[in-house]
């Protein structure tokens, strides 16, 4: 009885991860104004999510002007002539939605998730602060403040805060990635409100704008409603500016230690890997998952479990738009040495530089892509995003139903030939945090 009870519960599973990976169908069209809308119908709960993803991250900035796009973020829920300063979140909130925003080197996203009958208040809400922000003295200053204390304690009062910035600022010298979107508190003290209201007039227009509507929507009164509030905003009247700069191919290892306000040593690798897309990004992408992607993973079994040299140990890929970093990582053990990490996380890199990953494992790693990439898309809110993203950074919305088919063409070869292409020293930047104890006086 037992064993075709755990048999039926297995069928369950499998039908679940089925209904959920089949196909998602949505509607894509474009304004006059040039904004980009997506739709996508899903009635099986009574709740919608708008997002709006414009086309501006950290590389966008100017170098003497960094933090803007993450400025915004808060500016844009500033208000305007019809919505009064502090209203926005209460708004949405009384209306039983949720809402929240994010900023990244290649973009501004911002979203709700409300009550399906509550769509246009949704619509409404957006629309007003693409066409009428309030930019004003009181919000710049009060935002000046907010982003400032949000730099101190995230990065400068926070054990390893300054990780990502020493790691990005190590990697790129030329290419805008070098610079955090949590940018400058210098630079933004700096900014004066005309500069503000330039930037704005530059990239939050709808020619570089997507709004995506997801949920329990009637197609035919959405493009209504998206009609009646986005229409007749105007397109934006200055050329967008994007970066062209390309970073040069590293030919020698960068390295820095960091003494710092720890208690253990930390060990990170970051090596250059091309932009999210490509064919060796997806083998790299998948790569991560073999070294860190769960406690059966090769970092985890190997240097934290069976070695004990970390207790927290993973990789990463930055997936980006332009060409981003693979990174390995670890967190010494109490008494551990940075050195002796270092040398066990080029190990494993080693192995798979030298050997093919067994079938078994390459099968295993599939299931978890596969079951990652179903998960990502298993809410309207993350179907919205991912429509979103393919359309944005590929120009084809439709890889959310195609491009688990790009993973799957990995091979266990491609994986040993990307890993010689790409984990190399020269290609890289390793980076020491240690406890200031340690420093030479």
């Given at each position: 009885?037992?064993?075709?009870?755990?048999?039926?519960?297995?069928?369950?599973?499998?039908?679940?991860?089925?209904?959920?990976?089949?196909?998602?169908?949505?509607?894509?069209?474009?304004?006059?104004?040039?904004?980009?809308?997506?739709?996508?119908?899903?009635?099986?709960?009574?709740?919608?999510?708008?997002?709006?993803?414009?086309?501006?991250?950290?590389?966008?900035?100017?170098?003497?002007r960094t933090g803007f796009a993450h400025f915004f973020e808060h500016l844009m829920f500033e208000g305007s002539p019809n919505i009064k300063r502090g209203?926005?979140?209460?708004?949405?909130?009384?209306?039983?939605?949720?809402?929240?925003?994010?900023?990244?080197?290649?973009?501004?996203?911002?979203?709700?998730?409300?009550?399906?009958?509550?769509?246009?208040?949704?619509?409404?809400?957006?629309?007003?602060?693409?066409?009428?922000?309030k930019i004003d003295s009181v919000g710049v200053e009060t935002q000046r403040k907010v982003v400032k204390e949000e730099r101190k304690q995230g990065l400068e009062n926070r054990p390893y805060g300054t990780l990502l910035e020493k790691m990005f600022s190590?990697?790129?010298?030329?290419?805008?990635?070098?610079?955090?979107?949590?940018g400058s508190?210098?630079?933004?003290?700096?900014a004066k409100i005309e500069e503000f209201i330039a930037f704005y007039k530059m990239y939050y227009v709808p020619n570089n704008a997507t709004l995506t509507?997801?949920?329990?929507?009637?197609?035919?009164?959405?493009?209504?409603?998206?009609?009646?509030?986005?229409?007749?905003?105007?397109?934006?009247?200055?050329?967008?500016?994007?970066?062209?700069?390309?970073?040069?191919?590293?030919?020698?290892?960068?390295?820095?230690?960091?003494?710092?306000?720890?208690?253990l040593p930390l060990v990170a690798?970051?090596?250059?890997?091309?932009?999210?897309?490509?064919?060796?990004?997806?083998?790299?992408?998948?790569?991560?998952?073999?070294?860190?992607?769960?406690?059966?993973?090769?970092?985890?079994?190997?240097?934290?479990?069976?070695q004990q040299k970390a207790v927290q140990v993973a990789s990463v890929p930055f997936a980006l738009e332009d060409p981003g970093l693979f990174v390995a990582f670890g967190l010494c053990n109490v008494g551990g040495k940075a050195e002796e990490?270092?040398?066990?996380?080029?190990?494993?890199?080693?192995?798979?530089?030298?050997?093919?990953?067994?079938?078994?494992?390459?099968?295993?790693?599939k299931n978890q892509v596969e079951s990652d990439f179903v998960t990502r898309n298993s809410t309207v809110a993350g179907i919205g995003e991912s429509l979103a993203n393919y359309s944005v950074y590929f120009g084809d919305a439709n890889l959310i139903n195609t491009e688990l088919q790009r993973y799957m063409k990995v091979t266990r070869d491609d994986f040993k030939r990307v890993a010689n292409k790409y984990l190399t020293k020269e290609n890289r930047v390793v980076l020491y945090y240690l406890p200031k104890s340690m420093e030479k006086k």
């Open positions: 009885m037992k064993r075709k009870l755990i048999l039926f519960l297995a069928l369950l599973g499998f039908v679940g991860i089925s209904a959920q990976s089949k196909k998602i169908n949505y509607e894509q069209y474009k304004l006059d104004n040039g904004l980009n809308v997506i739709l996508h119908k899903d009635n099986t709960t009574p709740i919608v999510n708008v997002s709006i993803l414009y086309h501006v991250g950290s590389k966008n900035e100017d170098p003497q209203e926005y979140f209460k708004t949405i909130e009384a209306a039983g939605g949720s809402l929240n925003a994010n900023t990244n080197f290649d973009r501004t996203f911002y979203f709700e998730t409300l009550p399906s009958n509550q769509l246009e208040l949704g619509l409404y809400m957006e629309s007003e602060r693409m066409l009428q922000l190590n990697a790129f010298k030329v290419h805008p990635y070098r610079w955090m979107p949590i508190a210098q630079y933004i003290d700096q509507i997801a949920g329990d929507i009637d197609i035919a009164k959405t493009k209504e409603l998206v009609k009646k509030y986005f229409a007749e905003i105007p397109k934006g009247s200055t050329a967008i500016v994007t970066p062209k700069e390309v970073e040069p191919v590293k030919t020698a290892e960068v390295r820095e230690t960091v003494y710092d306000k720890v208690q690798e970051a090596y250059h890997m091309p932009a999210q897309g490509t064919a060796d990004y997806y083998a790299l992408s998948m790569l991560t998952t073999l070294l860190s992607g769960g406690e059966s993973s090769r970092f985890t079994k190997e240097i934290k479990d069976k990490l270092e040398a066990a996380l080029d190990a494993e890199i080693e192995k798979v530089k030298k050997d093919l990953v067994t079938e078994t494992e390459f099968q295993k790693l």
